[in-house]
């Protein structure tokens, strides 16, 4: 199973095209979601908001080592694993790996797979971004578009998760 997230994670993995988010936004993203534990959101959405979170410093990784300068083979990948793998460490202590059938298709835990989900919309939603800009004249179409993005998407997964839990 590990290597299969690991595969997934080459598979969607890619190079950071510009510096992704705010370190305030990264600060309160981390610290509201031991929070929203505490408070009783499900699991599922927080897992949703750990796995984007995880994305983010995975490219905040690759960006300290382009600074730097620091070059190794599957550099990209090994940080981007790294960094989400890093939700591994929840069933340390938090919680137990108990696995469901989600969607009739994958058999994972509701964290898990909320985490990979959380960070394939991260990913994608800067993806999005950088093809509406380079759509857009190379400008973005209103101000603060690349967090508003990012922030929207998961909100709405979150909900969806909330109301229609896994």
Not at 82 to 100: D, H, K, N, Q, R
Not at 120 to 129: D, H, N, P
Request: charged share 10%.
């Amino acid at each position: 199973m590990f290597f299969l997230i690991l595969l997934l994670c080459f598979v969607f993995s890619f190079s950071a095209y510009a510096n992704p988010a705010c370190s305030v936004c990264t600060i309160a993203i981390g610290a509201s979601l031991g929070v929203a534990r505490e408070l009783g959101v499900p699991d599922a959405v927080v897992g949703l908001w750990a796995g984007a979170l995880f994305t983010l410093l995975g490219y905040w990784s690759i960006l300290f080592c382009e600074k730097r300068h620091w070059n190794f083979f599957a550099r990209d990948f090994l940080l981007i694993a790294a960094s989400v793998g890093m939700i591994g460490f929840i069933y340390l202590s938090e919680t137990p790996y108990s696995p469901v059938i989600i969607w009739n298709v994958f058999y994972l835990d509701p964290i898990l797979f909320s985490a990979i989900l959380g960070m394939l919309i991260y990913i994608y939603s800067q993806k999005f971004y950088q093809w509406m800009k380079l759509r857009n004249g190379g400008h973005a179409h209103f101000p603060f578009e690349k967090v508003v993005l990012p922030l929207g998407l998961l909100f709405v997964v979150s909900a969806w998760f909330y109301h229609y839990p896994i």
